[in-house]
Every structure is written in C-alpha cells, then in structure tokens.
C-alpha cells in the first residue's frame, strides 16, 4: 500500500505538476467510535471490553474530520505550502490507546477486562469479523510498529 503511494508521490514530483500533500494522520469520526478495532463503519465502542494491541502505550495524533478538511483547503492559497508536506499534528490530539480508553471509561463507560494482543495474535485475528483485516492493520501500524520502527 505505501509502496504504490510512494511511486505515484514520485512521478507527480518528476512531472513537476505542483503539489500538497495532507498528512492527517488518523480520522476521529473513524477510529475513535469503535476504539479502533471494530469492523469499520462501527457506530459505538464495544460494551464490555476492549482489545489494546501491543502495550497500548505509543501515541498517535487523531483529527476530526472538519479540522483536516480545513487545513486542507487553507493549503490552496498558501505559497509555503507548495510543493511540501502538510503534517497536521496539534499536540492536544496526541494519545496512546491507553489514554483512550482511560478516557472513554471516565466518560462513564466501563469495561469487564481488557486484552493486549502481540503480533503473533494480531495476525490470527485479521480477517475475522472482530478484526475486520485492514481496520487491524491499519491500527497495528499505528500503535505496534510505532515502537518496532
């Protein structure tokens, strides 16, 4: 996936068509609902208990939907912003999913136990209906290579 990404980056930059890119890192209306490891689409965190990949400690930044379509279209008529890469990363939306769940228990939700899946488990899990395969993926990156890179 990032490969191809990678190769399409490239020839836009050798054909010099100019260019922005938005780095937004990942979508609040997306991971958040579900805490992360739900099928997509999942319209509310679980009810009674929640999978941490890895040790839940990296921390990810997570935007609303509405600041990264600001920030991007702010991109258009800002010289500074051509031919770069715009990294949208407030440091307030900075968090482990640790954090996250502490949080969404604090709101009122609480949960009957947690479970930490290693890499080794992540990989029996994907492709399941609880893990959705790119969802976990995609979260994996996130929060267990973060720490392997």
Sequence with gaps: MYAVRAQIRRAI?????????????????????????????????????VVILGDGNPKVVINHEADIA????????????????????????????????????????????TQSLGLCQRNCLRGTAAGAGFSVDVVSQKYILTVNQ
């Design 13 to 49: 930059e050798v054909a010099g068509i100019p260019y922005t890119y938005v780095a937004s890192n990942c979508f609040a209306g997306y991971f958040l609902p579900s805490l992360s490891v739900a099928p997509p689409g999942t319209a509310s965190p679980p009810r009674d208990k």
């Design 70 to 113: 600001t920030y991007t279209v702010k991109t258009v008529d800002d010289p500074r912003t051509l031919n770069k890469t715009l990294f949208i990363r407030p440091p307030n939306n900075t968090y482990s999913y640790n954090e996250i769940v502490a949080l969404v228990s604090n709101a009122g939700q609480s949960f009957l136990g």
